[in-house]
């Protein structure tokens, strides 16, 4: 059964540094890979979506990377704004068929 | 790109009541729609999976009784939360997709509240 771990659980970062967000997932026969935003008390804005067959997803100040032999995906977040802070949530699914799981992310905050 | 209207956004009822939460897929047909809720400061948890005309998987220690999941047609799945308690209030978001696609695409969710 997938399971998916977010590290760190918190992190703080003053306005324009580069910063990292670490993912990691049980299963390497991963489908998809998904990176979502959540501001407090909203829903899910999805960022980048990673197929099974890519490395790695870009738009704008964003990058995911995907490495199944390892287990592993990273958000890279450049030049960070205050408008940054959130909760970054990495989801990864096993088949075209199952449900994203979901880590329990990354809470953000850009200091200005 | 794909959406998925989820309502109602935010609902308050009375312990022992019933609600209906509605996703409606708009420009695709979605035949599976996941449902998961979120309590505070915790992360999504899948409660089940439903394909459209079958009746919903729900994942263990979810009460099938207690969380009705109709998916009846390829654009409307609705959750209904009967006889709530306070314990329900929570998160509740679903999320649809189509065969043969990567992408899932996600409700705006709906924040129950049980007084």
């Known amino acids: 059964k997938q399971e998916v771990t977010q590290i760190p659980a918190a992190l703080s970062v003053p306005e324009g540094e580069n910063l990292v967000l670490n993912c990691s997932f049980t299963d390497s026969a991963i489908y998809n890979l998904q990176w979502f935003r959540q501001d407090p008390g909203k829903g899910l804005t999805s960022l980048l979506l990673?197929?099974?067959?890519?490395r790695e997803q870009t738009s704008g100040r964003l990058n995911a990377s995907l490495d199944k032999s390892s287990g592993r995906s990273t958000l890279y977040i450049a030049a960070s704004q205050p408008g940054d802070s959130a909760t970054y949530l990495c989801?990864?699914?096993?088949?075209?068929?199952?449900?994203?799981?979901f880590g329990k992310g990354t809470r953000l905050s850009v200091i200005a | 790109g794909a959406v998925v209207s989820q309502h109602p956004s935010w609902v308050i009822c009375k312990s022992g009541t019933s609600v209906k939460i509605e996703c409606r897929s708009l420009d695709f047909q979605a035949t599976t729609m996941f449902w998961y809720r979120q309590f505070p400061k915790q992360s999504l948890m899948l409660m089940a999976t439903s394909n459209e005309g079958s009746k919903a998987t729900y994942e263990q220690g979810v009460e099938k009784d207690k969380f009705l999941i109709n998916h009846a047609s390829l654009t409307l799945s609705t959750l209904t939360v009967t006889s709530a308690h306070p314990e329900d209030s929570s998160f509740y978001i679903c999320s649809g997709r189509t065969d043969g696609t990567y992408g899932y695409t996600f409700g705006s969710g709906t924040r129950l509240t049980v007084v």
């Open positions: 989801a990864a699914s096993s088949s075209g068929n199952t449900p994203l799981v």
């Open positions: 990673i197929q099974s067959s890519q």
